[in-house]
């Protein structure tokens, strides 16, 4: 190879963060009902509100933010409740598969009834809800439409816990339901608080046989967090022995 080609092909392979910037993709979809896809809707991060992109027909986005530093992504689409993502710590390189997982209005104001959530003269929270899923590593590295087809994949018999320390969360059922009776997670997977004060928490699982990864919530009044699949509380490798 000639020196030129060779400085060409280096000048071709510099990391994102050069450029001082990455990029988040994923998919905006409504919340249980993967075959409706979000199009046109809005993509922000809370920490930099000129940061944005809209989403595609298809419901995909790409949304480029600064390639240090931590970035909280949430969504708003007419019709649908704006949900925030975990917060992500940036370092340098672009995030696949950051999903925005979206309930109706109607659906989030069933959800708040179910779970006598209190709400203010805007049906907004009065306080934060911290969601997410106990989600099976076989679906960490799929396509969208591989994901959609795999069917359920949360798993069942792991608890989650927050620091600074918060009140034991809710579990939903396997008819994605939450069930205040349910005292571990279902193969359904998910996992709420609904009456979070402001403030920023570590959320950790635990499991008798896996491991899970954690995530940051940064709640405000008002805000719901959905760390949802295939980020938020996914599983880990098993350690290896010996």
């Not at 019709?79 to 993502?85: C, E, F, P, S, V």
């Not at 997670?185 to 709420?192: A, E, M, P, Q, Y």
Request: with cysteine.
């Amino acid at each position: 190879m000639s020196l030129a080609l060779a400085a060409a092909v280096a000048a071709c392979a510099v990391p994102a963060a050069a450029s001082g910037a990455v990029h988040l993709r994923g998919t905006a979809y409504e919340f249980n009902n993967t075959d409706v896809r979000l199009a046109g809707a809005t993509i922000r991060v809370a920490e930099n509100r000129s940061v944005v992109a809209t989403t595609r027909p298809d419901g995909t986005y790409d949304l480029r933010v600064p390639g240090r530093g931590r970035v909280t992504p949430y969504i708003v689409a007419a019709g649908y409740h704006t949900i925030y993502l975990q917060t992500f710590r940036i370092r340098g390189r672009d995030l696949a598969r950051v999903n925005f997982q979206t309930p109706t209005d109607a659906v989030y104001g069933a959800l708040a009834t179910l779970l006598q959530v209190p709400l203010d003269a805007a049906g907004e929270p009065q306080e934060c809800a911290i969601v997410s899923t106990f989600s099976t590593r076989r679906v960490r590295t799929l396509s969208f439409d591989e994901f959609t087809a795999f069917g359920a994949h949360g798993v069942a018999g792991a608890t989650a816990s927050a620091t600074p320390s918060l009140p034991s969360p809710v579990y939903f059922n396997d008819q994605v339901v939450p069930d205040p009776a349910q005292q571990r997670s279902s193969i359904d997977g998910g996992v709420i608080w609904t009456r979070v004060p402001a403030g920023i928490y570590r959320i950790r699982a635990k499991h008798p046989t896996r491991r899970f990864a954690s995530f940051v919530a940064t709640c405000e009044p008002g805000r719901i967090v959905n760390a949802n699949p295939p980020w938020g509380l996914h599983e880990l490798r098993a350690k290896r022995r010996g």
